[in-house]
């Protein structure tokens, strides 16, 4: 399949490492935020959501935190797995009623074994 | 249940031609979403209906695209006189909005239109 990800920022990780992924939004009036991750020829699977008004939310393996004063998001992965690999984008919500999501620009991530 | 479906998977056109790209939603969700997403890049948003309302079209890049859900199910995406650059992977998402905790969409497989 084609490859999602070709000049995208791509890092990469040690099997079993914890790995980080980060995003800057754009919108400080943003409600919600969701990670979602992206293989080769399929379309964007949920890996987890936060809202506004939190900071923290955990996961099965992964966390994400949210720094609303400087527009931060990242993804933490626990004890990275081969099929983490993957292109990882972030998106927001603007609070505009038709719930839209706008993506981030994407990091591939490369789980070496 | 069954996910996202989209067809067909891939599409080559010569440019000039009209396409006709189809999203089966997942059923009963009321939400559905087309967005369209270059090599290298993140999707970008193109549309949204709620049932068979097209409620926001602002993401169209030109009026040579145009979607359509006539009976709050099935959504066809059409691209008149295709050109070069709506050469894409065109993702369409759909969502139930009964779960007033989550805004999670869910994607289908997208179809890869290129424009020779």
């Known amino acids: 399949g084609e490859s999602v990800g070709l000049h995208l920022p791509t890092l990469s990780v040690q099997e079993g490492d914890n790995s980080i992924i980060n995003c800057a939004y754009s919108n400080s009036a943003s409600d919600y935020f969701i990670w979602y991750k992206q293989e080769s020829g399929k379309g964007p699977q949920f890996i987890i959501d936060i809202r506004s008004n939190m900071d923290k939310r955990q996961g099965q393996r992964v966390t994400v935190l949210l720094n609303k004063t400087v527009k931060h998001l990242s993804l933490q992965i626990a004890a990275t797995q081969p099929g983490d690999s993957a292109v990882y984008f972030c998106a927001e919500i603007p609070f505009s009623g038709t719930y839209k999501y706008i993506f981030g620009t994407g990091t591939r991530l490369k789980v070496l074994a | 249940g069954a996910g996202v479906s989209q067809s067909p998977r891939y599409k080559v056109a010569k440019r000039g031609q009209d396409v006709a790209l189809r999203c089966d939603p997942i059923?009963?969700?009321?939400?559905l979403f087309w967005y369209q997403q270059a090599l290298g890049q993140g999707p970008e948003f193109l549309t949204y209906?709620?049932?068979?309302?097209?409620?926001?079209k602002s993401g169209l890049p030109s009026d040579r695209f145009f979607a359509e859900r006539p009976e709050g199910s099935v959504s066809t995406l059409k691209i008149q006189r295709t050109q070069q650059e709506d050469s894409a992977v065109y993702l369409c998402?759909?969502?139930?909005?009964?779960?007033?905790?989550?805004?999670?969409?869910?994607f289908g497989p997208g179809t890869r239109l290129t424009v020779t």
């Open positions: 209906f709620q049932n068979e309302a097209q409620l926001d």
């Open positions: 998402a759909s969502s139930s909005r009964r779960q007033e905790s989550s805004y999670e969409q869910y």
């Open positions: 059923s009963g969700h009321v939400s």
